[in-house]
């Protein structure tokens, strides 16, 4: 079976075609962030239209790319949401109108699901049931994956995501958009001891996140001591505790979760599982707390339209009734795919 993944939740437009037979074929990425850097953050309205610009070119180069016609498809997934809902549309509208036309059924897909299953896509996998932390620009969760839309939310950011305050941070201290690569390339020349950052939530139970606070306390150390010395070392030193305070703190509530769940195979995927920070820090908890931790490739940590393709895959192999009804969900619950 060839699915088509369509991704268009943001500002990356996706296109991939994943072979339940060959695995991933064929993957196309296009990316906003030149047109959205000289705002710091993602414009709606502008990435719908480019959305509605890249979107079928990419679709053809994706084609071209496996060696394929659209005849030769199954079946086609997009992002339904969680998402911006002009950007959303476009995908929704392109995939289920093609796949009326091909006469082949189409398969909405929760983004933050697609990105919980691409590790999936790797040689060494977990099975489940397993703990993932989703830890993204626009969300970080701890979930409890019992099987293919068998989720339960143990913990999540009750303000900022991670990512998003990474992109906060960077903006206060003048680095470029996106800024989570900035402040950790920034980081590996500063002194992660210098200051004294708070992890949050760390003294209290649950599984829960906060990371407003600590974005203030970081401004609050820039603004004191700017201006006293060396300021682009200041950058540095700041950029590595915040970085090191937000890393440890998602790694304390990981092995909580494992304490909690008792389970020995932790999923990271997101656009933050490519820090090599967090991944170095979960392999050194994992062997200390005897759990091992699967991260997907570094291309597929972002936003694309593999993590969409496979999640596509996995339902068509199991759902029965199809329409053509085009939704888009600008929020959607992962626990509702129960």
Avoid at 48 to 66: F, M
Avoid at 70 to 81: E, P, Q, R, V
Wanted: contains cysteine.
């Amino acid at each position: 079976m060839k699915i088509l993944g369509i991704e268009s939740s943001c500002d990356e437009t996706g296109i991939a075609i994943y072979d339940t037979q060959k695995g991933l074929i064929a993957d196309q990425l296009y990316s906003q962030i030149e047109l959205h850097a000289q705002y710091g953050g993602v414009v709606p309205e502008l990435a719908s239209r480019d959305h509605v610009r890249k979107i079928v070119p990419l679709i053809r180069q994706t084609c071209e790319e496996a060696d394929l016609q659209l005849s030769d498809l199954d079946g086609i997934a997009y992002t339904a949401g969680p998402g911006l809902v002009g950007a959303l549309l476009v995908g929704a509208c392109v995939g289920r109108s093609l796949a009326w036309a091909l006469g082949i059924p189409s398969v909405e897909v929760h983004h933050m699901e697609g990105h919980l299953l691409v590790p999936l896509m790797e040689e060494e996998r977990p099975e489940f049931p397993f703990l993932s932390l989703l830890v993204s620009g626009g969300h970080t969760m701890l979930v409890d994956v019992q099987g293919l839309g068998q989720y339960k939310i143990l913990g999540e950011s009750l303000d900022d995501a991670a990512g998003e305050a990474f992109d906060k941070t960077a903006k206060m201290l003048g680095l470029p958009y996106p800024g989570g690569r900035y402040i950790a390339e920034l980081a590996e020349q500063g002194d992660p001891k210098r200051f004294d950052f708070p992890r949050p939530m760390i003294n209290r139970p649950g599984l829960d996140f906060s990371f407003s606070g600590l974005k203030t306390h970081t401004r609050v150390t820039w603004e004191k001591h700017r201006g006293n010395n060396n300021d682009q070392q200041l950058k540095a030193d700041i950029a590595a505790c915040f970085q090191l305070a937000v890393i440890d703190t998602l790694c304390r509530k990981c092995v909580r979760a494992i304490k909690q769940t008792g389970y020995r195979d932790l999923v990271i995927a997101g656009g933050v599982s490519a820090n090599t920070l967090l991944r170095q820090m979960l392999a050194e908890n994992g062997q200390k707390h005897g759990f091992q931790s699967y991260f997907p490739a570094l291309n597929l940590c972002t936003d694309n339209g593999a993590m969409i393709a496979y999640a596509g895959a996995m339902r068509l192999l199991k759902q029965k009734d199809f329409n053509h009804e085009i939704h888009a969900w600008p929020r959607w619950n992962l626990e509702s795919l129960n």
